[in-house]
């Protein structure tokens, strides 16, 4: 068939160096490409370039004729190209999404790099939060009534805060250290598809703002999401305690694993340092010794310096995959 003859072409660039993962999520083996970029990409990201008709033109490797013209661009470009171009100055705190990240957090990569062209080398207008400050609205989970309310947020770059405000007319509700805040999509978790957690350290303790923007165009300063969250149940520092139920959090750049007593509490009920395995960390598959369950549940030991730390998975897919993450986080050096 006609449209069969340049598929050996096609294989042959996507098997060349950088063009195996898409080029804007990294997921392996990318059956689609933007023929107006020349570069390779999965199928999520291309339904996102389907939407920049103006930046990026999409075909299917398997199921698209390619005219000779097209493939030509191809292999003159290519991700490696691409990425020298459009990621030539990604600042270091930038979360670069995943394949398993959410479609807001890729479309807000995507546009950042093709459309804004935020991270072009001679790029010489500067983004919102480079250019000194950026301000809007945001809904933001109420502490105690639990409802959405619109606040004002302003983010300075030159003060390096950011701040919310309840009231026009008063200062700021919050002043939060730009340095100790990060922000996540939280799409499952606030039920909104532009949903974002904000999570920075208060008064010693770790605080959470839960909000959503009405179109998706939040602050795109996104810095790292949990390696993995979920419910588990603890017991206290005796191990006789009873076992409550919490929900976890784990954050392997500030190496902690937090726990809250619902998912959209405020504030954290208590965080465990995750240290490295020279100091006396680790993580163990079941109860340590001389604590006794009724039933066998799949359980998980945090060894500390200090003490252990007794946890009891919901199952035992959720248990290998606490202790993976456990286990990555601990054979990570300490960043100095």
């Given at each position: 068939?006609e449209?069969?003859?340049?598929?050996?072409?096609?294989?042959?660039?996507?098997?060349?160096?950088g063009?195996?993962?898409?080029?804007?999520?990294?997921?392996?083996?990318?059956?689609w490409?933007?023929?107006?970029?020349?570069?390779?990409?999965c199928?999520?990201?291309?339904?996102?370039?389907?939407?920049?008709?103006?930046?990026s033109k999409?075909?299917?490797?398997q199921?698209?004729?390619?005219?000779?013209?097209?493939?030509?661009?191809?292999?003159?470009?290519?991700?490696?190209?691409a990425?020298a171009k459009?990621?030539?100055?990604?600042?270091p705190?930038?979360?670069i999404?995943?394949?398993?990240?959410?479609?807001?957090?890729k479309e807000?990569?995507?546009?950042?790099?093709?459309?804004?062209?935020?991270?072009?080398a001679?790029?010489?207008?500067?983004?919102?939060?480079?250019?000194?400050?950026h301000?809007?609205?945001?809904?933001?989970?109420?502490?105690?009534?639990?409802?959405f309310?619109?606040?004002?947020?302003?983010?300075?770059?030159?003060e390096?805060?950011?701040?919310?405000?309840?009231?026009?007319?008063?200062?700021?509700?919050?002043?939060?250290?730009?340095?100790?805040?990060?922000?996540?999509?939280?799409?499952e978790?606030?039920q909104?598809?532009?949903?974002?957690q904000?999570?920075?350290?208060?008064?010693?303790?770790?605080?959470?703002?839960f909000?959503?923007?009405?179109?998706g165009?939040?602050?795109?300063r996104?810095?790292?999401?949990?390696?993995?969250?979920?419910?588990?149940?603890?017991?206290?520092p005796?191990?006789?305690e009873?076992?409550?139920?919490?929900?976890?959090?784990?954050?392997?750049?500030?190496?902690?694993?937090?726990?809250?007593?619902?998912?959209?509490?405020?504030?954290?009920?208590?965080?465990?340092?995750?240290?490295?395995m020279?100091?006396?960390?680790?993580?163990?598959?079941?109860?340590?010794?001389?604590?006794?369950?009724?039933?066998?549940?799949?359980?998980?030991?945090?060894?500390?310096p200090?003490?252990e730390?007794?946890?009891?998975?919901?199952?035992?897919?959720?248990?290998r995959?606490?202790?993976?993450?456990?286990?990555?986080?601990?054979?990570?050096?300490?960043?100095?």
């Amino acid at each position: 068939m006609e449209r069969d003859r340049h598929k050996p072409r096609l294989l042959e660039l996507q098997s060349a160096a950088g063009n195996g993962r898409c080029a804007d999520c990294g997921q392996p083996d990318p059956e689609w490409a933007s023929y107006k970029l020349g570069i390779f990409i999965c199928l999520n990201c291309s339904g996102i370039h389907r939407n920049l008709p103006e930046i990026s033109k999409v075909k299917s490797l398997q199921l698209d004729f390619w005219e000779s013209n097209l493939i030509e661009f191809m292999k003159k470009h290519g991700n490696l190209c691409a990425k020298a171009k459009y990621e030539a100055k990604v600042p270091p705190y930038y979360y670069i999404p995943q394949s398993h990240d959410c479609l807001v957090l890729k479309e807000q990569w995507i546009r950042a790099k093709y459309e804004r062209e935020e991270f072009v080398a001679t790029q010489v207008c500067q983004d919102p939060c480079s250019a000194g400050s950026h301000e809007g609205f945001l809904w933001k989970r109420g502490r105690e009534s639990k409802c959405f309310q619109k606040r004002r947020f302003l983010l300075s770059a030159r003060e390096g805060v950011m701040k919310y405000y309840t009231k026009e007319a008063k200062g700021p509700k919050a002043t939060i250290s730009i340095e100790n805040l990060n922000a996540m999509f939280q799409t499952e978790k606030i039920q909104h598809a532009h949903g974002l957690q904000i999570t920075y350290n208060a008064d010693g303790q770790t605080r959470n703002l839960f909000v959503y923007h009405e179109s998706g165009k939040l602050i795109p300063r996104i810095t790292r999401n949990y390696v993995k969250e979920g419910y588990m149940q603890k017991t206290g520092p005796k191990q006789k305690e009873a076992f409550k139920l919490r929900w976890f959090c784990l954050d392997s750049q500030e190496r902690n694993l937090t726990y809250f007593k619902n998912p959209l509490d405020a504030f954290a009920q208590g965080q465990v340092f995750i240290g490295t395995m020279d100091e006396g960390y680790e993580v163990q598959a079941g109860l340590p010794q001389g604590v006794r369950m009724k039933k066998r549940k799949p359980a998980i030991t945090v060894v500390t310096p200090t003490r252990e730390f007794v946890f009891i998975c919901e199952n035992d897919k959720e248990q290998r995959e606490w202790i993976d993450a456990l286990n990555g986080v601990i054979t990570q050096p300490l960043s100095g």
